[in-house]
């Protein structure tokens, strides 16, 4: 993985004449429902954090999946919402309507037996676009009868004029076969759009932190990991050592965030780090030498020259 990542323009690699494939693939949906779990379990590696709250996604990644037969580059995306009126909850719905515009097919995901306000929004969106869109109703697993699930699935399918509707549980990977089928049904037959060795178009600087904002998520309470963010301010090699020194800066919007991500002692910010630092020693196999610190910035989420110094922009 490079850490400046551009389409390929390799004519070695398989060509349409060859009969190969090649697209890209939306995941769209409210947020919470699975989507980053979905793709990382498509592509096999975990490139897209997660967490059990929800708006834990909140850029657009692409998740290269390359074979043989075909590439897919999905199009993870963050949970389109209705509330939340802060510049970042805008950013986050102009990120995730974006990936209805020059995708090959739509897999919109919504939780079995649960409809809200946001799918039904979502559900709107997908009806106006000529886009082929696939409906998976994840986290099929929770009905232990599956005659019970089948009146929820003939009342989403009913939302939409839906190109098929699959089953699914991320969790199992249960209904993962017919899914590939019918992503492979609506991609062109054209070259790699990415070279073969591509995972993702993000850099490693960037998912370096991912890492930390996922252990702000998963280890602090509701509050408080919505109004941090992570900006790495150093990520270097250093040769000599065969080390990463990768420097992190938590960005939380009041002193009381601040003393909360620290913890009692400095205990709560030393575990994060210790969990950030083997999962980037996994990102970049090598030792990797991590610091965190934390900074108040006022009112940085609703701050849009805040957010664009951040890499929360549309070209991010």
Request: proline share 4%; net charge negative.
């Amino acid at each position: 993985m490079t850490d400046a990542m551009e389409p390929n323009t390799d004519s070695g690699r398989p060509s349409a004449e060859a009969g190969y494939q090649a697209g890209f693939v939306a995941v769209v949906g409210r947020p919470n429902v699975g989507k980053s779990t979905i793709m990382n379990a498509l592509i096999g590696q975990k490139l897209s954090i997660t967490s059990p709250k929800p708006q834990t996604t909140r850029h657009r990644i692409h998740g290269i999946l390359t074979t043989d037969a075909f590439q897919v580059v999905f199009v993870d995306t963050p949970g389109m919402h209705l509330d939340g009126q802060k510049s970042i909850n805008r950013y986050m719905n102009r990120a995730a309507s974006s990936a209805f515009a020059d995708v090959d097919v739509i897999l919109f995901v919504v939780e079995a037996g649960r409809w809200s306000q946001e799918d039904q929004a979502v559900a709107e969106r997908c009806r106006l676009s000529e886009i082929p869109v696939v409906l998976l109703v994840n986290k099929v697993d929770k009905f232990k009868q599956k005659t019970d699930l089948f009146p929820f699935l003939q009342k989403v399918g009913e939302q939409a004029d839906f190109d098929a509707l699959i089953p699914i549980s991320a969790y199992s990977k249960s209904g993962f076969e017919p899914l590939r089928a019918e992503i492979l049904k609506h991609l062109p037959h054209q070259a790699a759009i990415f070279p073969e060795d591509y995972i993702t178009d993000r850099s490693t600087r960037f998912l370096a932190a991912e890492i930390v904002r996922e252990k702000l998520m998963r280890t602090l309470g509701d509050e408080v990991p919505y109004g941090a963010t992570v900006e790495i301010e150093q990520f270097a090699f250093n040769e000599e050592e065969h080390r990463w020194h990768i420097n992190a800066l938590i960005l939380v919007e009041r002193p009381g965030q601040k003393q909360i991500v620290i913890g009692k002692k400095g205990e709560q910010i030393k575990q994060m780090g210790i969990q950030a630092r083997k999962d980037m020693m996994h990102l970049l196999d090598a030792r990797v030498h991590l610091e965190l610190w934390v900074k108040v910035k006022e009112n940085w989420s609703d701050d849009e020259r805040a957010l664009a110094s951040l890499g929360y922009t549309e070209h991010s």
